[in-house]
């Protein structure tokens, strides 16, 4: 199973490759209809969630997309040289646009691992290139979504520093920076110590928490994956309850489609989130069951969220 932490380790082997297989000959009729009442909620996919099966027809997935319901994108796989997996930037959004979708967000990150001093030009470079890209697009939401080394409290407060640096530039050039979680962030790191261990019960601070902390709330934002948190072994609502202006956006990811697996109580997220004034939401979907297309599994998500009337 390839999970997102993964993936980001392995994209750009995998980017051009066509490794993340799928098939999307079977997609439902029920495509092919709008349901007018549909158009109210405002409703974000993360477009890893089709791997590969995305790049197959893009301009007619995203406008597939559109008709199931959502009306709003979140990027993966941009890469310096100005391409989204290959595809150079503004021809993706001409096709964005010509779907009537809107790139809300982005996922990017930095391929450097270990923040020190003598790469933090290295990690700024990357940024300033990456900002450059995203705002010709118009996407105002750049999120790293995942853990460089954060072995120690002092590692994890170096790399809040460097979240507080790029988070002061992508602000300046009116966007905004945050960061997402996977499981790994609520693993508890010593003062000094070698490695992060994901424990429930023990009296270290979790890393998620000093990143918390440490960052600065008009610099840094959190786009809390729900599922994820709940395999951290933590509560999403109780995040959103302790932090309600922190967490700004999240995924709305299940162990396959949402609502399936009882891991997780959506309506307690989306009433705390709604409370909240969260609107930035986007589904996530990593490998389906056998036999089923990533396509069918985000359209499965859809209609699950549109029919739930706890999504506004
Ligand atoms: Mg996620």
Redesign the pocket.
């Known amino acids: 199973m390839t999970n997102?932490r993964n993936f980001f380790k392995q994209a750009t082997a995998l980017a051009m490759g066509g490794l993340l297989l799928g098939k999307t000959e079977s997609l439902s009729a029920a495509t092919k209809a709008v349901n007018a009442s549909t158009g109210k909620k405002n409703i974000g996919l993360?477009i890893y969630s089709l791997f590969d099966e995305l790049y197959d027809n893009l301009p007619e997935r995203l406008k597939q997309l559109r008709k199931m319901g959502y009306t709003n994108i979140e990027l993966a796989g941009y890469s310096p040289d100005g391409k989204i997996h290959g595809v150079p930037i503004m021809e993706f959004k001409k096709y964005v646009d010509d779907a009537d979708l809107v790139i809300k967000s982005t996922h990017v990150q930095p391929g450097v691992w270990e923040y020190t001093n003598s790469n933090k030009s290295q990690i700024m470079d990357y940024w300033k290139k990456t900002a450059e890209d995203h705002a010709k697009m118009g996407v105002k939401l750049l999120v790293q979504?995942g853990l460089p080394a954060t072995r120690s409290i002092e590692e994890v407060k170096q790399v809040c520093d460097v979240f507080n640096e790029v988070g002061e530039y992508i602000k300046s050039n009116g966007m905004k920076f945050g960061y997402?979680n996977?499981d790994m962030e609520f693993a508890r790191v010593k003062s000094g110590g070698n490695g992060a261990v994901l424990q429930f019960r023990s009296n270290d601070p979790k890393i998620y928490d000093l990143f918390l902390e440490n960052t600065d709330p008009d610099l840094v934002f959190f786009e809390m994956?729900c599922?994820?948190t709940v395999i951290g072994q933590n509560d999403p609502v109780e995040y959103l309850q302790k932090h309600p202006t922190r967490i700004q956006a999240l995924?709305v990811?299940d162990r396959h489609v949402l609502g399936k697996s009882g891991f997780m109580n959506f309506e307690a997220i989306f009433n705390q989130a709604n409370e909240n004034g969260i609107t930035n939401f986007f589904v996530?979907l990593e490998g389906m069951p056998q036999g089923k297309t990533q396509m069918e599994g985000v359209e499965e998500c859809a209609k699950y969220l549109l029919k739930s009337k706890f999504v506004k």
Do not use: L, S
């Open positions: 997102r993360q979504p997402h996977h994956d599922y994820w995924h990811k996530e």
